[in-house]
């Protein structure tokens, strides 16, 4: 009776399992949520690097008059001109460095010339129609591919750095949880033990009072054991105030109203077989780590803009042709069949170089890339020993508390032993009742230890496991 009633949990407790609290931190914490949403904008960023290389489409129109007035040599004369243009341009960059754009354009007119000495007036109406072909080729610089997709290149690094970003928020707000779920879970069974206690003390109270009474125990007896309750009760109190306080802790990491009380139902599982083999364990975590992850594209990132900042440094060389075929005549169809002939062609072939005579701003560049290539390197080197360290600190910690968690497992069996054997010999009157309370808080003290090296068991497992990237 006394264990069931040590062991009941609030009648409209909400029931969570360590999965479920896992699960609910993974969606709900605001740093998964952020981090989310920068992956969002990683992918608009990638999205928008790729347009430089969809086709485009131009479509222009424009309708215009004009009057005017000159000399010629039957006399001066006036003109009055209108009409409208279109035109229609189809472009298209490719990540060879290569630009092609066709073009057709049309213009109409109506001029009317008037000659003032004769008094006479006469118009001119007239179609002109355009098919033109350009195409530029970038060379020196446009020659490499990776130069031309440079801008895709860091769009999807950044990307995939926020795609590990958004799982490393994910599995620091799991590993979160996953401390408190376990910290409460503690705080739970601590507070078991300190109702137990309560409850044996007020038992024994019990039981020496009436020896008091009936003149069998000296009163000082019932002073000890009276001490001996009232430190029980105050353990309890301490007990359920970390209780509360870690349900609030575990509550906020879920994301749930502070207060909400919580009834855990996965219980603390047995501590499993440790890795045999340390190094194996150090280069998983090599490999997994998400932060190493993270520096070795930072890495790759200035390496990659290392080169292409060097090779910023050749001169721009563009090469460029076109070719075009005119129509010209008083209505559209015969200004398109003259097109059609091809009799008005035109073509043209050249080139053009750009060369900064001193190029400062690409020498420039290419010395802070190399700073920066520098940096990240060291970050790396740093960040790598860090975590090293950390992982070896856990395996010592893991080997640490599974012995301190045997040892103290042992301790609790010895102290229960302890106990039975001085509640019968005080039975027998061979015993001491502070001997009895003594074996008590040996008791305690043993089932305390245990359930805390059984705790520091839990967190170090969750900590190498997100050192690891495995949550």
């Known amino acids: 009776m006394i264990l069931a009633l040590a062991l009941s949990s609030p009648a409209h407790a909400l029931d969570l399992t360590y999965d479920e609290a ?9 740093g998964v949520q952020v981090a ?3 992956h969002a904008a990683a992918l608009g960023a990638l999205l928008a690097a790729r347009a430089p290389f969809e086709p485009t489409l131009s479509l222009g129109g424009s309708w215009f008059s004009s009057t005017d007035e000159g000399q010629a040599q039957f006399g001066a004369y006036t003109s009055e001109t209108t009409g409208f243009s279109a035109q229609s341009t189809l472009s ?11 073009e057709f354009s049309a213009d109409q007119s109506d001029s009317t010339f008037t000659l003032e000495e004769f008094d006479a007036e006469f118009g001119q109406p007239a179609w002109g129609n355009k098919l033109a072909i350009g195409l530029s080729q970038s060379l020196l610089q446009g020659d490499r591919l990776a130069w031309n997709l440079r801008g895709i290149h860091a769009a999807e690094s950044a990307v995939t750095a926020a795609e590990l970003g958004t799982e490393m928020a994910r599995q620091d707000a799991v590993a979160a949880a996953a401390r408190a779920y376990w910290a409460l879970s503690a705080a739970e069974r601590l507070r078991d033990i300190a109702r137990l206690s309560r409850a044996a003390s007020e038992e024994q109270a019990r039981i020496t009072r009436a020896l008091v009474e009936a003149g069998k125990l000296a ?3 019932g002073t000890r054991i009276a001490a001996a309750l009232a430190q029980a009760q105050r353990s309890l109190l301490e007990a359920e105030a970390s209780v509360g306080a870690a349900s609030d802790t575990l509550a906020s990491t879920l994301g749930l109203p502070l207060g909400t009380e919580l009834a855990l139902t996965t219980p603390a599982a047995p501590p499993p077989e440790l890795p045999r083999d340390d190094e194996a364990v150090l280069r998983s ?4 780590n998400l932060a190493l992850r993270l520096s070795r594209i930072a890495v790759e990132d200035r390496e990659r803009e290392l080169r292409d900042a060097r090779h910023a440094l050749l001169p721009q060389l563009d090469a460029n042709a076109g070719a075009s075929l005119r129509g010209y005549d008083s ?8 097109l059609g002939q091809g009799r008005l062609p035109q073509w043209s072939v050249g080139a053009e170089l750009t060369l900064p005579l001193l190029n400062r701003a690409d020498r420039g560049a290419v010395a802070q890339s190399e700073a920066a290539l520098l940096r990240a390197k060291v970050d790396l080197a740093a960040r790598e020993a860090e975590v090293e360290a950390g992982a070896r600190a856990q395996l010592r910690t893991l080997a640490g508390a ?4 045997e040892l103290a497992q042992l301790n609790e069996r010895l102290a229960e032993e302890t106990l039975s054997a001085e509640r019968a010999r005080l039975g027998e009157g061979r015993s001491l009742q502070r001997d009895l309370i003594t074996a008590q808080a040996e008791l305690d003290r043993a089932r305390a230890e245990a359930e805390r090296a059984r705790t520091d068991w839990l967190l170090a497992l969750i900590e190498l496991e ?3 990237g495995q949550l």
């Open 219 to 221: 009163s000082v007896e």
């Open 402 to 405: 599974r012995q301190s968690l």
């Open 285 to 288: 975590v090599s490999e997994g």
């Open 466 to 468: 997100r050192l690891r």
């Open 331 to 338: 209505s559209f169809g015969a200004s398109m069949d003259e």
């Open 92 to 102: 298209q960059a490719f990540a060879t460095g290569t630009a092609l754009s066709l």
């Open 36 to 38: 989310r949403s920068e």
């Open 22 to 30: 896992l699960a609910r931190a993974s969606e709900r914490a605001s």
